[in-house]
């Protein structure tokens, strides 16, 4: 009994240390299994490239397609041209945001760059830096206003882009 009992354990033992069957087709065949060595792909990006009359209020965003290592996207790995702001993760989103800290310039374009130094959870860096552009509103309307001025007559004015002053 004692002897079976040995060799239990010396069978148990070594298939522990060979890894159990586990080098089969599916894993490298190496009784390991694979390590992550993907990098991560952005998936979708707000607001998209190349638009245009994006509110001054809007936040951008960056879509990942795996989950990221959160100490990797920060202010340094996500920025937007000439804003300072913040820069959170939404793990289960897969998604960063940067929130400017104060309203967007009026009909400004934007460049808007995550660097490979934002990693997945496996520490595989983006293949290279992502960026895209969008452009803001413009300031102020520019057509003109009809105004009745009471007396059954119209005028017609325009706002001034930059003042919000009349003009005629």
Do not use: H
Not at 42 to 61: K, R
Not at 119 to 139: I, R
């Amino acid at each position: 009994m004692k002897e079976k009992v040995i060799t239990l354990v010396i069978s148990f033992m070594l298939c522990l240390i060979s890894g159990c069957g586990c080098n089969d087709d599916d894993n490298g065949g190496d009784g390991y299994f694979p390590i992550d060595t993907t990098p991560p792909v952005i998936t979708l990006v707000f607001p998209e490239d190349g638009v245009g009359d994006v509110a001054v209020n809007t936040s951008i965003t960056v879509t990942f397609s795996e989950e990221m290592n959160p100490v990797s996207i920060n202010d340094s790995t996500f920025t937007v041209s000439g804003l300072a702001g913040s820069v959170t993760y939404e793990a289960a989103t897969m998604t960063a945001t940067f929130q400017p800290s104060g309203f967007l310039a009026y009909d400004t374009t934007y460049t808007a760059t995550i660097t490979s130094g934002a990693e997945d959870l496996a520490g595989n860096p983006l293949n290279s830096n992502y960026e895209w552009n969008f452009t803001t509103d413009t300031a102020y309307p520019r057509f003109a206003y009809v105004v009745n001025m009471g007396n059954n007559s119209v005028s017609t004015y325009a706002v001034e882009n930059d003042t919000g002053r009349f003009r005629y």
